[in-house]
C-alpha cells in the first residue's frame, strides 16, 4: 500500500510541479475532447438527450446523418483523448533536446497508440468474463445479489469488479507509454514488466476505483438528470481522472523500465 500511495504521490505530483507547463503539454488533446462535447451539445442536443437518457424509442427516432455526426465527434474525443496521453508520456519520458524537438509524435506513433489501447481494452474485456463470474458466483453465495444495486454487499461487489478491472488493466497498460515512445511492447511483455510491483498496482487501483465511486455518487447527487450541462462537467472530471491514470502509467514505465527513482 505505500508504494501504490508513492506511484500516485508521484504521478500527481509531476502533474502539479508546473501547472502552465502541464496544461500547456495536453491542451491540443484537452482542446479536441472539449471542442467535441461541446460540439455534440449544441448541434445534437435530442439525440444526445436520448442516449445520455437510454431512451430507446428516442435513440430509434435519431436521424442516420446525426447518427454519423455523433461517432465523428466520438472519434475526435477519443483521438484527442490519445493525444493529451502521448504528449504527457513523451513530456516526462523525453529529455533534453529531445523533448523540446520530439514532444509532437508522428501519425504512426499516434496510430499505433490507438491500436495498442484497442488491445489493452480488449483484454480489460475478457479479463472481465473471468472476474464477473467469480464475483456473480461470491455474491449469490452471500445474498449479494438479493437487492442489486441497493444492498452494500452488492456495492461492495461491483467496487472489487472495478478494482480487479482496473489492475488488469494497468498490469498491461505499461504498453501505452512504451508506444508514446515509439517502441514495441506487447501486452505479455507489460504484464511481466509489472509483476514485481503487482500489489502496488492492486493498491493504486484501489485507491482510483474509490475515487471515481465517490466521484460517480457525488456528480449523481449534483445532476439528478442527465443533460448536456452534466455532460460538459462529467467529461472534464473524466478528463481529470483520466490524465491521473495516464501520468501513473508514466511513472511505472519510468520507474520499471528505464529504472527512474520515485523520489
Known amino acids: 500500500m505505500t508504494f501504490g500511495i508513492s506511484l500516485i504521490a508521484h504521478a500527481i505530483r509531476m502533474l502539479m510541479h508546473a501547472p502552465g507547463t502541464t496544461f500547456r503539454v495536453i491542451l491540443p488533446g484537452l482542446a479536441m475532447v472539449l471542442l467535441s462535447t461541446l460540439a455534440a451539445s449544441t448541434l445534437l442536443p435530442d439525440a444526445l438527450n436520448a442516449v ?24 475526435a474525443g477519443l483521438l484527442g483523448y490519445a ?20 514532444l509532437r509524435p508522428g501519425w504512426g506513433i499516434i496510430a499505433f497508440y490507438i491500436w495498442r489501447a ?24 452471500t445474498g449479494g445479489q438479493s437487492a442489486p444495486g441497493q444492498g452494500s454487499p452488492s456495492v461492495l461487489f461491483s467496487i472489487l ?40 498496482i492492486l493498491a493504486v487501483a484501489a485507491l482510483v476505483s474509490l475515487l471515481s465511486v465517490t466521484i460517480s455518487v457525488t456528480l449523481s447527487l449534483l445532476f439528478q438528470s442527465p443533460d448536456p450541462t452534466s455532460l460538459l462537467f462529467e467529461t472534464c472530471v473524466f478528463l481529470a481522472e483520466g490524465i491521473i491514470c495516464v501520468s501513473v502509467l508514466t511513472t511505472l514505465y519510468g520507474h520499471l523500465v528505464e529504472k527512474r527513482s520515485l523520489s
Open 52 to 75: 445520455l437518457r437510454n431512451d430507446t424509442d428516442a435513440i430509434l427516432r435519431i436521424d442516420p446523418s446525426d447518427i454519423l455526426l455523433m461517432l465523428a465527434l466520438g472519434v
Open 83 to 102: 493525444l493529451m496521453a502521448i504528449h504527457w508520456h513523451r513530456h516526462v519520458l523525453l529529455d533534453g533536446t529531445d523533448r523540446a524537438n520530439d
Open 118 to 141: 484497442f488491445t489493452v481494452a480488449l483484454v480489460q474485456m475478457l479479463a472481465a468474463i473471468p472476474i464477473l463470474t467469480v464475483l456473480g458466483v461470491l455474491a449469490s453465495l
Open 161 to 200: 469488479a472495478g478494482i480487479a478491472f482496473l489492475w488488469v488493466g494497468l498490469r498491461v497498460s505499461i504498453s501505452l507509454p512504451a508506444a508514446a515512445m515509439g517502441q514495441r511492447m506487447g501486452l505479455l511483455q507489460s504484464w511481466m514488466i509489472s509483476a514485481p510491483v503487482s500489489g502496488a
